[in-house]
């Protein structure tokens, strides 16, 4: 074997690792998204199976034959390859909600009732089969969960809020940190992300009181100050990073021409940190967004999204498809806006470029 085939060979093993690495963490990450995304689709007869199905069933086949009490329905299990009894009755009714609530399958009582009448013309057992309303969950999780609709737009007005607090706050005292020198000021740099040693319980509870006293409790705003407090920290290393990065000669060539000060920075120096204020905006958006535990405390009649989420798994409903809708609905806002400002992070990571 020469050195150029064993160049060849080492080259060609590297790259498969590489490859086999790369395959199995995007197994790990995309494993439980779509683990979540297929059980917001299951019924509710299908999300108490064992094992659980990986990928919920379209149509959902009937047998329907006599029984004790009136009219014996099966559903074909696609595991056991049976039809397996759900229902004995003489109800249409009944049997039309347990289709909808149990199976997702909206069926009338008229539907019913004529393979009712088939099965009593023929005597033999009738087979049928039910469209799965795949939106089921989705809907019905915003029609029994309570304040799922205004909850969520709540939640938006507060991850908004923490955004703007956030970075007016923070971009100005990154600003400050990256150009100008005083006594301090790495001590002072540092010392800003001793908050985010903390965790967000310890710091909401005695929050609880400060808002009370400023009538912010239970509030959007109040959630929004809370939640800013962390952002703002993260903010001033992000911006304080970027503002270093773009040279002060570019805003003393602009005062040359007569620019004021304010004006090259608004003209100039604000567009080139777009970045580093979108990856902020970013962060700030999705921790505020995602807390749970902080709105729990300091919220009691106008619950955030995140909360909704959490006691629709918790309490009366305590069905993991809902509680899986939900989170499938909690996670588009978040991809929406990483979207949105996708553009400004590829900057970030390829650098600034003038």
């Given amino acids: 074997m020469n050195r150029r085939t064993s160049r060849y060979l080492n080259k060609a093993g590297r790259n498969t690792i590489l490859y086999i690495f790369i395959v199995g963490l995007l197994f790990i990450i995309l494993s439980p998204v779509f683990f979540v995304v297929s059980l917001s689709f299951l019924s509710t007869r299908e999300a108490y199976q064992f094992p659980l199905p990986l990928l919920p069933e379209l149509v959902t086949e009937f ?38 609530s149990q199976l997702s399958v909206y069926m009338s009582e008229e539907e019913i009732e004529g393979y009712i009448a088939e099965y009593e013309q023929t005597g033999e057992p009738v087979f049928f089969t039910g469209s799965k309303n795949l939106i089921h969950n989705y ?24 955004i703007a607090i956030s970075l007016v706050i923070g971009g100005m005292a990154g600003y400050s940190f990256a150009r100008y020198f005083f006594r301090g000021r790495d001590a002072l740099k540092f010392s800003v992300l001793f908050v985010r ?10 929050m609880v009181i400060i808002l009370v006293d400023l009538g912010f409790y239970d509030q959007p705003i109040g959630l929004a100050l809370v939640y800013s407090v962390g952002a703002i920290a993260l903010t001033i290393w992000i911006t304080a990073s970027i503002f270093m990065g773009i040279p002060t000669s570019i805003e003393e060539a602009a005062e040359v021409f007569g620019a004021t000060k304010t004006r090259a920075f608004i003209r100039i120096t604000l567009p080139l940190a777009l970045p580093g204020l979108a990856a902020a905006a970013m962060y700030a958006f999705l921790g505020a967004w995602n807390e749970t535990v902080a709105a729990l405390i300091l919220t009691q009649f106008n619950p955030t999204f995140s909360v909704v989420v959490y006691q629709s798994l918790l309490g009366s409903v305590g069905q993991v498809n809902l509680a899986a809708a939900g989170g499938i609905v909690m996670a588009i806002p978040a991809v929406i806006f990483t979207f949105l400002i996708r553009r400004y992070i590829n900057q970030m990571w390829g650098g600034i470029t003038f």
Avoid: C, H
């Fill in 197 to 206: 040693m903390f965790p967000g319980v310890a710091i909401a509870i005695p």
């Fill in 139 to 162: 809907n019905t999780f915003f029609r029994i969960t309570r304040d799922a609709g205004p909850a969520f737009i709540r939640s938006i007005q507060i991850a908004l809020m923490t």
């Fill in 63 to 100: 047998k329907l034959e006599g029984g004790e009490k009136g009219y014996l329905v099966s559903v074909y299990d696609q595991f056991d390859g049976e039809y397996q009894t759900v229902q004995d009755t003489d109800d249409t009714k009944k049997l039309s909600v347990y289709f909808k």
